[in-house]
């Protein structure tokens, strides 16, 4: 696992710094290129894995209703990795994303924020261990010697929230889990561990409770071990160098509308989700505590 000071890591597990995150950006040497022209006057809306489906019906409600509060062509921008989502929104490429909390708290100094997601009434979510329906198993110190699928290295449910409690508890993911591997999404997490490919995993609990409803029969093979408390639920950010685009204001009306418009209800009932509220940085403070955390233990 990385070390929480330098927030990313390329594959072979190198740390890289904020500045290596936005050359990288910036060169393409890890991201397509952007297009110039036409394609730099449009509003890019980045999505990382914490997005719950690309179901085009969603992506196509979500840009239209976009589009007409905000004006012009929206774009909307999807990458494997919280990383590329991140190193695309740090280095001002993209004028907002659907980030998680764990990259909002690392760069924050960056960043700011636009809105928050409300899911049953709170602007909070849950991070789960999830295990496979048959294991015998009531507490998180049952999961040791499993092997442990994790979502993304950057997401705060799907990572960090364990590697916090493993050391709070003086472990290390290394150590305790007999191997551990990266699904590069929740609904990943949940589809390892119900086929038996991990015997446990961290997971959104927004996305399991959703898929809970949408996918049953799957989300059955798998039973909750344990649930953390409540945390700040992945925001929307921009940049702060685009802070006085006027862009960037209208998003934010909009998402914080978005239940008083038909197109909006229709993008909120499709992600399950009350609608948007403007949040104080202070909401993802937990977030931030569990980062010093890890990084504490090396």
């Known amino acids: 696992m990385r070390n929480l000071g330098n927030p990313h890591r390329t594959t072979d597990g190198v740390p890289i710094t904020r500045r290596d995150l936005i050359a990288a950006a910036v060169s393409g040497a890890v991201f397509a290129p952007v297009a110039l022209g036409a394609e730099e006057e449009s509003f890019k809306f980045g999505l990382t894995p914490v997005f719950l489906s690309n179901d085009l019906e969603l992506l196509g409600h979500l840009r239209s209703y976009l589009s007409a509060r905000i004006g012009g062509r929206i774009e909307l921008v999807t990458r494997r990795t919280y990383q590329e989502i991140t190193a695309l929104l740090v280095s001002g490429q993209i004028q907002s994303a659907w980030i998680c909390g764990y990259p909002y708290v690392q760069f924050k100094a960056d960043l700011d924020l636009v809105a928050t997601p409300v899911w049953h009434g709170k602007p909070l979510y849950q991070s789960y261990l999830i295990a496979s329906a048959d294991r015998k198993v009531d507490d998180w110190s049952g999961l040791k010697g499993d092997v442990h699928a994790f979502s993304d290295p950057d997401s705060n449910s ?5 590697r916090a409690l493993l050391a709070e508890n003086r472990q290390l993911p290394g150590s305790f889990f007999a191997r551990s591997f ?39 093979q798998t039973r909750i071990v344990r649930k953390s408390e409540w945390l700040g639920f992945p925001p929307i950010a921009s940049p702060k160098s685009v802070a006085n685009d006027r862009r960037v204001r209208a998003l934010q009306q909009a998402l914080i509308s978005m239940r008083d418009d038909a197109e909006g209800r229709k993008v909120l009932a499709l992600l399950r989700l009350d609608g948007f509220v403007a949040t104080d940085p202070s909401l993802f403070d937990a977030i931030a505590a569990k980062v010093e955390t890890v990084r504490q233990l090396g």
Not at 195 to 217: C, F, H, W
């Open 182 to 220: 990266f699904t590069y999404g929740h609904r990943n997490v949940i589809r390892a561990v119900a086929s038996g490919l991990a015997q446990s995993g961290s997971v959104d609990g927004y996305v399991y409770e959703v898929m809970r409803e949408t996918e049953p029969d799957l989300v059955k």
């Open 158 to 162: 799907g990572s960090l929230v364990t």
